[in-house]
């Protein structure tokens, strides 16, 4: 089993900036891609930022937000700069088990979760 905490989630107000960590535990971690996923009040979770098992490979849905990982210390990050309401949801990581280029963007293709971190932006 591989373990996933995020942390570093909030209340702050638009415009701001807020990263995100999960760390990850229990399995080797760059045997894993990693993705941020966020659920919305209401919404389907949804996609928001990948990255590959050695960094060298990135997709995102949101141009505001950019991820990167240090294997070395077993985490992924989420920084997410001029924050808007709408933003306002649970911010979750997820882990696939994959050392390929290609970035899944659908909930089904990821095997680990963490529990999620409220980011809450006020206007």
């Known amino acids: 089993q591989l373990q996933l905490m995020e942390s570093g989630g909030g209340l702050v107000q638009a415009g701001d900036s807020l990263r995100l960590s999960c760390a990850a535990s229990?399995?080797?971690?760059?045997?894993?891609?990693m993705g941020w996923f966020r659920q919305r009040p209401g919404k389907e979770r949804e996609f928001v930022a990948g990255i590959s098992w050695n960094g060298e490979s990135t997709y995102f849905a949101e141009g505001r937000f950019t991820i990167s990982r240090d294997n070395g210390e077993n985490t992924v990050y989420l920084q997410m700069n001029n924050l808007k309401p709408e933003d306002t949801a649970v911010y979750y990581c997820?882990?696939?088990?994959?050392?390929?280029?290609?970035?899944?963007?659908?909930?089904?293709?990821?095997?680990?979760w963490g529990l999620g971190t409220q980011v809450t932006v006020s206007s």
């Open positions: 997820a882990a696939e088990r994959t050392r390929t280029k290609y970035i899944a963007t659908m909930t089904s293709a990821y095997e680990y």
């Open positions: 229990g399995r080797t971690f760059s045997n894993f891609a």
